[in-house]
């Protein structure tokens, strides 16, 4: 089954003293038993991709990137992921960006510009 994002979030979030708190360990485990199942119960249509950061930046500490088939499945899992520790736990959601691969030049039937 192909997957064609509609939309792209970039999260731009910072590590709390909690989640720092935790071993390395527990934190796979708060991952895998905290917020994994929440997201897996009441999201479909999302993918996503997880950057740290923190080597080049001290304003976030990583970027969660979510490709979205569509609006709704992106805002299913913003309220997802309100309900469980992640947020404002474990991570403060310092800004979202989202936006539209290439929408500029399909909004003007253009080929998109980019390099290979």
Known sequence: ?????????FMLIKATPKWL????????????????????????????????????????????????RDHESYQLLVDALRETPFWDHYFEVVDVLVGVEDAYAKNNGREPVATV
């Open 21 to 68: 708190s935790l071993t390395v360990p527990q934190r796979f485990e708060a991952f895998e038993t905290e917020i994994l199942p929440v997201l897996r119960e009441k999201v479909d249509g999302v993918r996503s991709r997880f950057y740290d950061t923190e080597f080049y930046s001290v304003r976030v500490s990583d970027v969660w990137v979510w490709e979205a």
């Open 1 to 9: 089954m192909t997957f064609e994002a509609k939309l792209t979030a």
